[in-house]
């Protein structure tokens, strides 16, 4: 079957970084998103990657390497406003996307 | 100038009862999505339409009945409902292309059944 496997949830404090991992076993392969969703909003999108490598945007960055099935997003300089849960999706080789449950992250002064 | 909009935000019904959820998007995509999210939060896809026509349709219940009159409308109606449908449900949109493209997401429908 198809499955994406995140943490949970998380603890980061204000102003330090954070790397949320992300691994997958999915039917082919069609490139990994990463969403920001606050409670009680809707998903935005925030990366996109289908080569491996890093992908950096601001104070955001998301890895992928193919090989391991494996993802990872990356925050730094942490703000009170990046308190939301994550969530990784990957395009399978119907181009579906599958999802992860997502890992709320707790930002602590 | 909210891109993809749905309605009602919240709806509250009693078990039993016929409802439905309006989107509407106004980017000018092709494909339109109806997703459900469970309260494991689990992003569950629905439907998917492009062009007003039916690509993908998991497995739901036939309970559940999108209709696409153009194509920037994807509306989502529910007859006979069940506790269990109880979730946020969530109408999405993406842009044509040959390769899986990022979603524009409704602000949701968090849909109570008593």
């Known amino acids: 079957g198809q499955n994406i496997d995140q943490p949970t949830e998380m603890t980061a404090t204000e102003g330090a970084i954070v790397q949320i991992n992300c691994t997958y076993q999915t039917s082919g392969f069609n490139g990994l998103f990463w969403y920001q969703q606050h409670a009680g909003e809707a998903p935005t999108f925030l990366s996109y990657?289908?080569l491996d490598g890093l992908e950096e945007k601001g104070r955001f960055s998301s890895f992928l390497s193919r090989s391991k099935g494996y993802s990872y997003l990356l925050l730094k300089e942490l703000q009170m406003k990046d308190s939301a849960s994550y969530l990784c999706a990957v395009s399978d080789s119907n181009y579906q996307l599958i999802w992860g449950a997502g890992t709320k992250l707790i930002i602590k002064p | 100038d909210t891109a993809v909009s749905q309605t009602p935000k919240y709806l509250v019904t009693q078990m039993g009862n016929d409802k439905s959820i309006k989107c509407e998007q106004n980017?000018?995509?092709?494909?339109m999505y109806w997703y459900k999210q469970d309260s494991k939060k689990f992003l569950k896809i629905m439907f998917s339409?492009?062009?007003?026509?039916?690509?993908i349709n998991e497995t739901v219940p036939n309970r559940f009945s999108p209709k696409s009159p153009d194509k920037a409308h994807l509306n989502l109606h529910i007859n006979s409902l069940e506790l269990g449908d109880s979730a946020v449900y969530f109408c999405a949109s993406s842009p044509p292309g040959q390769g899986p493209e990022k979603l524009f997401f409704g602000s949701g429908t968090q849909l109570s059944v008593l």
């Open positions: 980017l000018g995509h092709d494909t």
């Open positions: 339409y492009n062009n007003k026509e039916l690509i």
């Open positions: 990657n289908v």
